[in-house]
């Protein structure tokens, strides 16, 4: 089998594969957090005493600023290294980027992006955010993001990224 039809059997499993950029999602979800809430009067909101205004807003800032230094982290890595930052070409990667924040989770952007939607759970103290969004989220971005960009990555490195899978997790956790 060729190269390019090896690229594209890998690309072509789901429709969804690598077609709505994480970014994009991201913000699908955040928006949604606020459609949902205007749409069910509310009723999904976390009680107003849970926490306080100052407290929600510091969660609220403190998420973003976690996600954004952890998506930096991941981006500076890739330019340190000479290789592409998008996410929607995984087959374009040059190196195997496994240091600094890489050496901790293999996805520090799409963490960081899931602490910008905590962030905005928090502040809006959505129960139905907490619960279904954010799940939905990770399901999302690791069915139709990571595992695609995972197959082009064992396809472009073999053992070697195989063996950085072994040593270092998709979400920190899990």
């Given at each position: 089998?060729?190269?390019q039809?090896?690229?594209?059997?890998?690309?072509?499993?789901?429709?969804?594969?690598?077609r709505?950029?994480?970014?994009?999602?991201?913000?699908?979800?955040?928006?949604?957090?606020?459609?949902?809430?205007?749409?069910?009067?509310?009723?999904?909101?976390?009680?107003k005493?849970?926490?306080?205004?100052?407290?929600?807003?510091?969660?609220?800032?403190?998420?973003?600023?976690?996600?954004?230094?952890?998506?930096?982290?991941?981006?500076?890595?890739?330019?340190?290294?000479?290789?592409?930052?998008?996410?929607?070409?995984?087959?374009?990667?040059?190196?195997?980027?496994?240091?600094?924040?890489?050496?901790?989770?293999?996805?520090?952007?799409?963490?960081?992006f899931?602490?910008?939607?905590?962030?905005?759970c928090?502040l809006?103290?959505?129960l139905?955010?907490?619960?279904?969004?954010?799940?939905?989220?990770?399901?999302?971005?690791?069915?139709?993001?990571?595992?695609?960009?995972?197959?082009?990555?064992?396809?472009?490195?073999?053992?070697?990224?195989?063996?950085?899978?072994?040593?270092?997790?998709?979400?920190?956790?899990?």
């Amino acid at each position: 089998m060729s190269q390019q039809s090896q690229q594209q059997q890998l690309h072509n499993k789901h429709f969804l594969e690598l077609r709505i950029p994480p970014l994009i999602v991201t913000a699908l979800c955040i928006i949604s957090l606020f459609i949902i809430q205007y749409l069910t009067n509310y009723s999904f909101t976390l009680s107003k005493d849970t926490f306080s205004l100052s407290t929600k807003i510091l969660l609220f800032i403190l998420f973003l600023f976690i996600g954004g230094i952890v998506s930096l982290l991941g981006v500076w890595e890739f330019n340190k290294l000479k290789t592409t930052v998008n996410p929607m070409k995984p087959n374009e990667t040059s190196n195997l980027v496994d240091t600094g924040i890489y050496s901790v989770t293999r996805n520090p952007m799409y963490i960081g992006f899931l602490c910008f939607l905590i962030g905005f759970c928090f502040l809006l103290m959505d129960l139905f955010g907490f619960c279904v969004i954010v799940p939905f989220f990770i399901w999302y971005i690791t069915v139709f993001q990571i595992i695609p960009e995972e197959r082009m990555l064992i396809n472009i490195f073999g053992n070697k990224y195989v063996e950085y899978q072994k040593r270092v997790s998709r979400w920190i956790l899990l």
